[in-house]
């Protein structure tokens, strides 16, 4: 059981937006930012948003963040095939002193 | 650029230990703490815990609190995770991540190692 709540999985057509939502609580995302990692199969996770919605160099900037008290969501306009991916949100836990990352969405393009 | 390079995939026997290291290059070592982070097959992320490259100091989530040790070699730029005590569940590929201050973004990971305990 992850401190942060992801929905399992997500998908939209090519060109749609899609939207990925993380709860928490006021000890993690109510005290701090949140960043939003990719991860494709195989590979390592990739910092896709920090600082609740700043985006890495290199990022398209489809890619965006936005948090509401103890909540945060990634939203991705235009999505494309590429995008396929699994996405995880993170964020510093005040009161377990440990970070905490969300149990992953899986973004399925259709 | 910076880069975190990890040691190779290792199979384990139930009950001994594992000693992962990171190797960084492209940026100043001592300034940015380390982070391992694991994941099980099929699982999500796990964060196991952080070293302060400058002072030696750590934190451990409380899951691994007695079996894990991070160390790190500031001469060689190294970070390096031991866990005692394997059992089968702690299957999974390791990572280290960098991150500016303890709790800001791991901005960088390595490339990931491979643990399978089996007997």
């Known amino acids: 059981q992850s401190v942060l709540t992801q929905p399992p999985s997500a998908s939209g057509t090519p060109g749609q937006r899609g939207t990925i939502s993380c709860s928490g609580s006021?000890?993690?995302?109510?005290?701090?930012?949140v960043n939003w990692y990719q991860q494709f199969p195989g590979t390592a996770p990739k910092l896709l948003i920090y600082?609740?919605?700043q985006r890495p160099s290199g990022v398209p900037d489809r890619f965006s963040g936005s948090k509401s008290g103890t909540s945060a969501s990634l939203a991705i306009s235009g999505l494309q095939s590429e995008d396929e991916a699994d996405y995880y949100c993170?964020?510093?836990?005040?009161?377990?002193?440990?970070?905490?990352f969300g149990g992953g969405t899986k973004l399925t393009v259709l | 650029q910076v880069q975190l390079v990890q040691s190779g995939a290792e199979v384990k026997m139930p009950g001994a230990s594992l000693k992962v290291s990171c190797k960084a290059s492209?940026?100043?070592?001592?300034?940015?703490?380390m982070h391992w982070v694991r994941q099980a097959p099929g699982q999500g992320l796990e964060w196991m815990g952080w070293?302060?490259?400058?002072?030696?100091?750590?934190n451990y989530a409380q899951k691994f609190q007695g079996r894990v040790t991070m160390t790190r070699d500031t001469s060689i730029s190294t970070a390096y995770m031991e866990l005692s005590r394997l059992r089968s569940d702690d299957t999974a590929v390791y990572y280290c991540?960098?991150?500016?201050?303890?709790?800001?973004?791991?901005?960088?990971w390595g490339q990931g190692t491979l643990v399978t305990v089996s007997s």
């Open positions: 991540a960098r991150g500016w201050l303890h709790f800001t973004d791991l901005d960088y």
């Open positions: 492209g940026y100043t070592f001592s300034g940015y703490y």
């Open positions: 070293i302060n490259p400058n002072s030696g100091g750590t």
């Open positions: 006021s000890s993690n995302i109510g005290s701090n930012t």
């Open positions: 600082s609740n919605n």
């Open positions: 993170a964020v510093w836990d005040d009161s377990l002193n440990a970070w905490v």
